[in-house]
């Protein structure tokens, strides 16, 4: 065989006079770049990912991992990546496979957005000395409430709420199944959801049984494979999402390589050890708004009108798309924008496929509002909010609600080296290798992205307090406390938000 | 026998009060008038006996885990979607996607079916699904079928209707179809072998079709004089080479 014309991404290199031979790093990495050749360490440079766990482990700081500086002659049009995958393709036939959501140079419009203050002429509010209401209510909203005077002469609600689901913020967590994600990764989810009174989602992988401590903070998923769905399973959790695409693939299905499909994730799947898991793009029985509508329905009956979720990629025509979802039933629309992450996916889809979340947040909100049903169902953005100023420029463009996924695996060591679809994390996170999953413990773990959660609720109610406003619901849709910079007048008026300087 | 009027009700009442009757402890349950109301039996639990006159809407028995129900006249679409267990018995036809991704039990048809049944079907050890097609069905049987077992008998033989359409078995990862009769290589999907039956297919065979005759008033020496063929998948990953790692 001769060696791959796609040279190493990065450069492992330890420095021998520091090394003790103590071979942590061999035990660490997950990709076997390290190995014992009797009186050193070993290095085969061309498996390393960069995921930096060598580098943390190593008592000596002897290990430095750098970009491999030998790289294709640099062009602006042709680069790196572009010409790397050309070259593995020639040499596997295959369609190059990627982790994470995209990286590619598209407009991050997040970035182009800015949030309003108060300056003398309105206050702005002190959080750390007033009360600050960020909690959430997700599920249909009552066009108009009736309200009658109790014989006990109490205000009370005429007729019923529908069902509503309290988050102590206007934060989830974004789908991960087990299988694509380790169940320590899952429980440090459940951990934190539970603690923080927010929401994590099982993914399409089915429910362990180790998450039913924490059913009250859980969203079952159902998707095309139907993998590990049944009366329980329904009822477990305190909604149920449906999901018909992701962000990082919109238009084509789930696939679990086999590698990660040890007996008992096969167990809660219910197929075979080492096949790869298929869910196609298409639920086999959705083929319309009104099918749609059938499996909600079926979801409804069989858990007693338990919310329904439907989780959407964000395509060109989202608006209609939304529209047509929550005419369906559903009490929350989950919309999954282009950064959005994965598991595996082929670059080619990954980076092509789709809008960003902030042009179809802004357009289905529209959309729902113009057609009087925007209180029909609850909003939840995704893909790609990196930070609780992302999270509150979404929901000020119109969310309800914003989940992450890839920040909270970054609390767990994530790096964001994208090979999640390899099962050879060596942070234990996207891997079924026991030696590997062992190392995620889920109360240290837990512990870390509960700060997080805690750090991005001061954050937001920092937000809040120089806008001057004391309730995340005032700054729902309040398209007016942004502002936009360097955007064109079409982007602008998509997005509902003034040039900054207006 | 317990006896519901489902003549112009309503599937949410109607099915209320099937959930009612159950909880309340009737075992044999008659719904009379039943007109295309949806979602009939959809994750009911327990062990009644569920008789249904008239047509059901689709998805019924979506979800069930338990009860068994008989259809005395045909059925339509997305029966025993996700069906966890109990039983099903249409003594007419059926429709398209039945037994979506069903996890057990079991379904037997008296008359064809449509397009797309047995697709995803799941199966661990001794908990899998089973779907026995007295008539004919239509393409895409058994497709990205994981588990379980799919038999189609082709009993009435019609020179009209081929036994099975096309794509059998496309994407075919786990379970075992059998056919009754020969199958042409043609229809089926590339994921697919098959094969001829051996001794332990025979005792699957005998086991489902045994209960399947019972169900009918069917002789199973009849059924069993006709050889048949068995499809299982070749690759436990048919797309392992589709990617660069």
């Not at chain 1, 580098?55 to 572009?82: G, L």
Request: one cysteine or more; aromatic letters at 6%.
């Amino acid at each position: 065989m001769f060696k791959s014309l796609a040279p190493p991404e990065y450069i492992a290199d330890i420095d021998r006079e520091k090394c003790i031979r103590c071979k942590r790093c061999i035990q660490n990495c997950g990709w076997s770049v390290y190995s014992w050749g009797g009186d050193k360490v070993l290095i085969n440079t061309s498996k390393c990912v960069k995921c930096l766990r060598c580098y943390h482990y190593c008592p000596e700081e002897a290990i430095t991992i750098v970009d491999n500086p030998t790289r294709f002659k640099s062009n602006a049009y042709w680069s790196f990546n572009n010409i790397r995958n050309l070259k593995r393709q020639a040499e596997t036939g295959g369609m190059p496979l990627t982790g994470m959501g995209s990286d590619q140079k598209y407009p991050i419009l997040f970035d182009s957005l800015l949030i309003d203050a108060c300056q003398v002429t309105n206050p702005s509010i002190d959080p750390l000395r007033e009360p600050m209401e960020l909690r959430t209510y997700l599920g249909k909203k009552p066009s108009a409430l009736s309200i009658e005077k109790g014989k006990d002469g109490k205000a009370r609600l005429n007729g019923k709420m529908p069902p509503q689901i309290a988050l102590k913020l206007p934060l989830v967590f974004g789908p991960m199944s087990y299988g694509s994600i380790s169940l320590n990764a899952q429980k440090v989810l459940a951990r934190t959801a539970k603690e923080c009174g927010i929401l994590m989602n099982t993914g399409e992988g089915g429910l362990h049984e180790d998450l039913l401590p924490y059913r009250s903070n859980i969203v079952v998923q159902v998707a095309s494979g139907r993998f590990g769905v049944n009366p329980d399973y329904l009822n477990a959790g305190v909604a149920v999402e449906i999901k018909i695409g992701q962000g990082a693939k919109p238009g084509i299905g789930g696939h679990l390589p086999g590698e990660k499909i040890p007996l008992d994730v096969a167990r809660t799947r219910m197929i075979p050890v080492g096949t790869d898991a298929i869910s196609p793009a298409p639920q086999h029985d959705i083929y319309s708004i009104e099918d749609l509508r059938q499996l909600i329905y079926a979801i409804k009956e069989a858990t007693n009108y338990k919310p329904v979720s439907v989780k959407i990629a964000a395509v060109h025509n989202v608006a209609a798309i939304a529209s047509g979802v929550v005419r369906a039933g559903a009490d929350i629309v989950y919309i999954d924008g282009f950064r959005g992450g994965t598991g595996a996916a082929p670059s080619i889809i990954r980076d092509h496929l789709g809008i960003p979340i902030e042009h179809a947040l802004a357009a289905v909100d529209d959309r729902l509002r113009q057609e009087g049903i925007r209180n029909e169902a609850s909003i939840i953005a995704a893909g790609g909010i990196r930070s609780s100023a992302d999270a509150a420029k979404a929901i000020a463009l119109g969310a309800d609600a914003v989940a992450i996924a890839t920040a909270a695996l970054i609390t767990m060591g994530c790096t964001t080296c994208g090979k999640c679809y390899t099962g050879n994390c060596s942070w234990g996170i996207t891997t079924q290798r026991p030696e590997l999953t062992a190392r995620l413990d889920p109360e240290v773990y837990a512990e870390r992205l509960i700060n997080l959660v805690h750090a991005w609720e001061h954050e937001l109610k920092e937000i809040l307090g120089a806008l001057g406003i004391n309730a995340i619901e005032s700054l729902r849709g309040n398209r007016e406390r942004l502002r936009g910079v360097g955007l064109d007048a079409q982007t602008l008026d998509i997005l509902g938000v003034k040039p900054a300087g207006r | 026998m317990f006896e519901i009027n489902a003549t112009g009700a309503y599937y949410r009442d109607l099915n209320s009060q099937v959930r009612e009757a159950v909880e309340k402890g009737e075992k044999e349950i008659t719904l009379k008038g039943v007109n295309g109301q949806y979602y009939i039996g959809d994750g009911l639990r327990g062990n009644a006996q569920i008789t249904i006159e008239g047509v059901p809407g689709n998805d019924l028995a979506a979800f069930m885990d338990g009860p068994t129900i008989r259809v005395k006249s045909n059925a339509q679409d997305n029966l025993c979607n996700t069906m966890n267990g109990g039983k099903v018995i249409i003594e007419g036809n059926a429709g398209d996607v039945l037994g979506y991704g069903m996890r057990g039990g079991k379904l037997h048809v008296r008359g064809d079916v449509g397009y797309r049944v047995g697709i995803h079907m799941k199966g661990l050890k001794k908990q899998a699904p089973t779907i026995v097609v007295g008539g004919t069905a239509g393409d895409f049987f058994g497709e990205y079928m994981a588990g379980g077992v799919l038999i189609l008998l082709g009993l009435d033989e019609k020179e009209t209707r081929p036994i099975v359409g096309d794509y059998l078995g496309t994407g075919m990862h786990g379970g075992a179809i059998y056919v009754r009769g020969e199958v042409d290589k043609n229809l089926c999907g590339a994921e697919v072998g098959v094969l001829e039956t051996d001794e332990d297919d025979a005792k699957v065979l005998k086991e489902a079709l045994a209960d399947y005759c019972k169900d009918f008033g069917l002789k199973l020496e009849d059924i069993m004089k006709k050889p048949f063929k068995k499809l299982v998948p070749v690759s436990s990953r048919p797309y392992g080479n589709l990617y660069a790692y």
